[in-house]
């Protein structure tokens, strides 16, 4: 029998709200490999690492998911000074939307087609797609929206203190 992810959802318990506690042997996880955290040196599945709680409402238009709430916790990280640890607080509204990833895909071949021929190496990506999660099935996985919010959550160089 395969175990569920707790950060699924089952499109057909749509409208819904949860309540999901992240905890810090994931958030480890998630920021393995950050030179902000690896310069702590701390253990692979580090409970100290951080936390997350989200609390989200989730509700189905057509074939789109949309998740509202928010998120709150911690991450902890590197000073980019001393290479002490410095605890990044989070906290952030959401607003995100989740599309079956063929109707993404429909989307991003249209834009690769369009874009031929420009010299610009990079891809520029419009606001509106920012938060924009794909989906597959009839399960929405919460987890990518949960890795995001602890890689983006903190500063480029944290400090401990001012000086």
Known sequence: MVESSPYTVDVRE????????????FVAKVLAGLPLRD???????????????????????????FVTGKAAGHVVVGCGRCVGPVRIAITEALRVTFMPRSELADDTDAAASAGEGDDDPGQEVAGADLDLFPYDGETIDLEPLIRELLVLAGPYAPLCRED
Do not use: Y
């Open 14 to 25: 749509l409208p819904c709200h949860r309540h999901l506690d992240v905890p810090g042997v």
């Open 39 to 65: 310069a702590l040196e701390a253990p692979a599945e580090d409970p100290a690492a951080g936390a997350l709680a989200l609390d989200i409402d989730l509700h189905v238009d057509g074939t789109s998911v």
